[in-house]
T-cell receptor, first 111, second 112 residues
């Protein structure tokens, strides 16, 4: 079992829909990252959070430390949101610098 | 402010060869992390450099080695290339080892 699990693996939505991507992890963490990767390969950091909730534009990220779970929400989705969304965690023991990644959720938003 | 850059963009090598990939960190960042991303997978942590010293390593064999220079740019060297080394190699820089990471565009390595 991977230390970081994401669901769903693939998601298709129509423009305007509210989208939720889930991330569960099995280790103690000091921080959780949400990343966006476009087909060319480049990765953009969306959020880094260790508690509560963060919002940036149409994106909202929440984390529940007790339940070891985080969600990324996209409101009023748009075709330009189509990308792979990756959850990554930084452990709180051992190599503090190491990020462990999920396998990503591929989102396709259609008109 | 200049972002993270990587070179080359694409590279084709044959099995057994050696390769060097380069990364220039974002201005003011003294930490560089390297990741390997196989097709359809999430990135895997290779190692991190902080102020020219290795600061953590993932489960990669010794033929994966690195360097960080006084200007905080970095190199990833892979010796004795294997077919399974074909992947996208990403570097990310950060202000310190535990802060938000900013990723470069990646180098796609193909080993034939």
């Amino acid at each position: 079992k991977n230390e970081v699990e994401q669901s769903p693996q693939n998601l298709t939505a129509q423009e305007g829909e509210f989208i939720t991507i889930n991330c569960s992890y099995s280790v103690g963490i000091s921080a959780l990252h949400w990343l966006q990767q476009h087909p060319g390969g480049g990765i953009v950091s969306l959020f880094m959070l260790s508690s509560g909730k963060k919002k940036h534009g149409r994106l909202i990220a929440t984390i529940n430390i007790q339940e070891k779970h985080s969600s990324l929400h996209i409101t009023a989705s748009h075709p330009r949101d189509s990308a792979v969304y990756i959850c990554a965690v930084r452990g709180n023991t051992g190599t503090a610098s190491k990020l462990t990644f999920g396998t990503g959720t591929r989102l396709q938003v259609t008109l | 402010e200049t972002g993270v850059t990587q070179s080359p963009t694409h590279l084709i090598k044959t099995r057994g060869q050696q390769v060097t990939l380069r990364c220039s960190s974002q201005s003011g960042h003294n930490t560089v992390s390297w990741y390997q991303q196989a097709l359809g997978q999430g990135p895997q942590f290779i190692f991190q450099y902080y102020r020219e010293e290795e600061n953590g390593r993932g489960n990669f064999p010794p033929r994966f080695s690195g360097l960080q220079f006084p200007n905080y740019s970095s190199e990833l060297n892979v010796n004795a290339l294997e077919l399974d080394d074909s992947a996208l190699y990403l570097c990310a820089s950060s202000l310190v080892s535990y802060s938000e990471q900013f990723f470069g565009p990646g180098t796609r390595l193909t080993v034939l």
